[in-house]
């Protein structure tokens, strides 16, 4: 069975950084697209970015220019990541992995609060 395991969570400053990590247990993660989404207290969950299973990406308008999303195929890693930079407390959330747009990862926190 396919997982996805996440990790990089936790509380950060205003302006500052995390990255997060999301690993796939199967090499099948090669030939999926792949994306994140964030899920606020009391919101909808909402989708962050995309990236195909090439180099193509897409990103929200509101973590634009902020966030990078990146995956490595490689056989023994098979992971994909969410660089987030400048982060802002409206960035607070759990963040979720997708894999081939049906299969979730179990979500993980990130606190931006000074």
């Known amino acids: 069975q396919v997982q996805l395991v996440e990790s990089g969570g936790g509380l950060v400053q205003p302006g500052g950084s995390l990255r997060l990590s999301c690993a796939a247990n199967s090499s099948i993660f090669s030939i999926y697209a792949v994306a994140w989404y964030r899920q606020a207290p009391g919101k909808q969950r909402e989708w962050v970015a995309s990236?195909?299973?090439?180099?193509?990406?897409?990103?929200a308008e509101s973590v634009k220019g902020r966030f990078t999303i990146s995956r490595d195929n490689a056989k023994n890693t098979n992971t994909m990541y969410l660089q987030m930079n400048s982060l802002r407390p409206d960035d607070t959330a759990v963040y979720y992995c997708q894999m081939g747009g049906g299969l979730w990862g179990q979500g993980i926190q990130v606190t931006v609060s000074s």
């Open positions: 990236c195909g299973n090439g180099a193509n990406t897409a990103y």
